[in-house]
C-alpha cells in the first residue's frame, strides 16, 4: 500500500509528461537535462532577442568569468561507483535466487564495473573539457577581433584562475585557442601566456567560498535539511524502479545510478545504459532535485550565497573604470588592459550570476532588493528558469563587455551581459541584455557593494539563527 500510494504522483506525472511532450518524445536527449554535469555544446540557446548595438559602439573591454571544463569524477566519487558496482551484483544475485522475473533487467547491469575502477587520480579535467574552453577562446577572439588585435602581454590580457588544476588547465586551454597562430612556439605558432592564481587559503576573488566561514557554517548546516527535501522524490522514483526491474534497489542506489548516468552521458557519451533505466519524468524529477539543492546551496536560496561574491564584482566594476580611464586619456596601445579573464568553479559561476540577477522569475529581483527571501524553483512539469545545465554547465560563463559609443548615443558606455556567449535580460536593466553603464552600476551593482565580504563571512554578532530549508508550494 505505501509502494502504491508512492507511485501515484509519479504515474500522474509521467502521463502529464508523455501526453504534453507526445511530439518531442523522439526527441528527448538526456544529455540536455544533467543539471551542473552538462557538457557545454549540450546546453540549449535561449530564445531571448538581443538588443541592437548602437550605430557607432565598439568593444573597448571584456570581463569573463567562467566554470572549468568538463572534468572526471573525484576520487570520492569514483569510490562510490566502486561501491555500486558490488551493490548491483549483490542485488540481482539476490534477485536470481528468489527466482524473481528479471526479463526486464538490462543485460549490461548484471556483470557492469565502473569505467573509472582502479583509477587513482581525479577530477582532472578531460580532453571534452580541454576542447571546450580551447574552442570558446578560438570563438572569444574571432567575436571580438578589435579586442584581441594586439600583441600578447600579461598588462593587457590577464588570465587568471583558481589554485585548483582543472581551473588552471581549463585557463590554459582558453589561452591556446585564444592567442592560436599569434605566436612563435612550433608549427602551430603558439603564444606562451601567464596564467596566475592566488592563494587557496586567501583567494576572495574566485574561491569566495572556500575561505567565507559563515558560508561553510551555513551550508553544512542545510544539508541534511536539503537531503530531506529531495527524499520523497528519490523514494518514489525508487519505488518505480523496484517494480519495474524486480530488484531491491535503495534510496542510495537510485542517487547512484543517477549520479552514474551523468557521468556515463557527460564524459562517455553513453546514454542507454544508467540513463535508459529512468524514462524522461524521472529524469526530469532527478534534474529538479539537483537544481534544487544547487538554488538552496549556491544560489538564491540565501543571500550569502551570493554576497561572499561581491570582492568579484567589484573587481570585474574596477577593470570596467580604468578601460574607460585608458580610453578618455587616450593610452597607447599596449599599455592598458582590454580583457580580463577568469577560469573557477560552479561556486564562483553560480554566486556572479545571482549578482547579476539572472535566471529569476517574474517579481523576484524586487523581491531580492527588498531582501525577501525566494520560492524555490517550481517542479516538474512546471517550467522554470532556474536550470543548472544552462546556469552552470561546465564550462559556463558569463561575459561582460564593455561598449564606447559617439557622444550622440543615450549613453557615453554601456555594457552588454552574455551568459554561455548569449545575450541574457539584466532585470535591472530593465530587462535588456545591453544597459548603460551608469544604470548598470546605479541598479545592478551598488546595491550588493554595500556589503562587506569580510561583515558577511566572519563576523556572527547578531546575526540571525539559520532556520531549516523547507520545501515551497509548488
Known sequence: MVRAKLLIPLVLFSVFFLHSNA?????????????????????????????EIPDGCTPIHLNLV?????????????????????????????AEEQKLPLQNLPGWLKEWESPWKGKQNGGQLTVQGE?????????????????FDEDYHPNVYPIKSSQIPRASASAVAFGMGLFSGKGNLGPGKHQAFAVTSESRASDIVLRFHDCCNNYKDYR???????????????????????????????????????????????????TDQACALFNPSEVALLEWTDDLEAFILKGYGKAL????????LKDVVQSMDQAIEAHEEKHAPGTYEKA??????????????????????????????????????PKPPQKRNWKCSNVAPFGGNNMLVLYSCPAKSSSKYFVQVLHNEHPVPVPGCDGS???????????????????????????KAGQQEQKPATISAV
Open 433 to 459: 541584455d545591453l544597459c548603460p553603464l551608469d544604470v548598470f552600476k546605479e541598479k545592478v551593482v551598488a546595491p550588493h557593494l554595500k556589503h562587506d565580504y569580510n561583515a558577511v563571512c566572519n563576523i
Open 131 to 147: 576542447e571546450e574552453l580551447y574552442e570558446l577562446g578560438i570563438r572569444t577572439r574571432e567575436r571580438f577581433p578589435n579586442l
Open 23 to 51: 511530439g518531442d518524445e523522439e526527441a528527448f536527449d538526456v544529455r540536455q537535462h544533467l543539471s551542473s554535469v552538462s557538457r557545454y555544446k549540450d546546453v540549449a540557446g535561449n530564445s531571448f532577442v538581443a538588443s
Open 340 to 377: 580580463r579573464m577568469r577560469f573557477a568553479h560552479a561556486e564562483t559561476v553560480v554566486p556572479f550570476s545571482c549578482l547579476l540577477g539572472l535566471f529569476l522569475e517574474g517579481s523576484e529581483f524586487q523581491q531580492i532588493k527588498r531582501e525577501q527571501p525566494l520560492e524555490h524553483p
Open 66 to 94: 567562467a566554470r572549468h571544463g568538463t572534468r572526471s569524477p573525484t576520487k570520492k566519487r569514483m569510490k562510490e561507483l566502486d561501491n555500486l558496482a558490488a551493490r548491483l551484483a549483490s542485488i540481482v544475485k539476490e
Open 220 to 270: 553544512k548546516s542545510q544539508e541534511p535539511s536539503v537531503n530531506k527535501l529531495k527524499e520523497p522524490v528519490i523514494d518514489e522514483i525508487t519505488s518505480a524502479l523496484t517494480e519495474r526491474y524486480k530488484l531491491n534497489f535503495t534510496r542510495q542506489d537510485t542517487s547512484s545510478l543517477w549520479f552514474l548516468c551523468k557521468q556515463e552521458a557527460s564524459l562517455l557519451n553513453v
Open 305 to 312: 550565497n551570493y554576497r561572499m561574491g561581491v570582492p568579484l
